[in-house]
């Protein structure tokens, strides 16, 4: 992936509009050399490293306080709801009765938040490999990690590929909310990955990852949706508009341990949301919709 190489920060380009006294900051994550979405952002909250990965976090003027991990935009406050209703609603509406779910990655507690607001949820965990980024979310983005202090949620601050072999038949539901497979994400997209998943879910239980995007990552894409059915029979691929990622179309894979009830091959909810949940882009037409893939999607997955 090019974008690590570049620089984070831009100068402002000329032809843009004045932007408040004191000057700005533009920042630009690539989606390749020749492309890339560029916010303008107030002002820098954090900038630092930590042992896995560079962080930042911005106070942008347009989609709110954002996080970037590896000059990689992972979420923003006016967008991530539609990620998070979207890897999070779709397997647990997929599954009868989600009571122990397990979160890997996601370390800035979108996922959970969504999840607990389903109450037959008994228990969150989530595991995430670096304990900075739980850290910092919990201080400058609390409207979504704020849920991580919930009695119901537990945190495990530790490599996701090695809690996940150590579990059997121990979940309902796991949802790998990873970066961009590259370093520490990328065996998380692999096939000993995956059948250690299969084997840490419970019989029926069902699994949902984000699969990056048909745009700019059609090959990283093939890749999962190619794995993942060699582990998971019953798999399959939807889609949501993020617009701060690339491309602005995202995927994410369903998969269920098979059982009676093929979660993914059924494209259908088994339940509708919890009454009283409020919802902003997940419904129970949504849910089934998402699975309708564009013919040059269908044909990367192939
Ligand atoms: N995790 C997946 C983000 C992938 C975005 N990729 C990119 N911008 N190149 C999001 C974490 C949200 N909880």
Known sequence: MALNKRPFFQPAASNQPAGPPGGHIWFTEYHSPASGITVRAEKTLFTGK??????????????GRMLVLDGAIQTTERDEFVYHEMIVHVPLCAHPRPRRVLIVGGGDGGCVREALRHPEVERVTL??????????????????????????VELCIEDGVRFVKNHTRAFDVIIVDSTDPVNMASPLTRAPFFRAAKEALAPGGVYACQSQGPVFEARGMRRIARTIRKVFPDAAHYLASVPTYPG???????????????AAASFAPSRPLPRGVKTRYYTPEIHRAAFALPRFVQEIIR
């Open 248 to 262: 602005g179309m995202w995927s994410f894979a369903l998969a269920s341990k098979g059982g009676k009830r093929p």
């Open 50 to 63: 930590s042992a896995f990965q560079e962080i930042v976090l911005l106070e942008t003027e347009d989609y």
């Open 127 to 152: 595991v995430e490999i670096d304990g900075m980024v739980v850290e910092l979310c919990r201080k400058f983005l609390p409207k979504i990690a704020g849920s991580l202090g919930d009695p119901r």
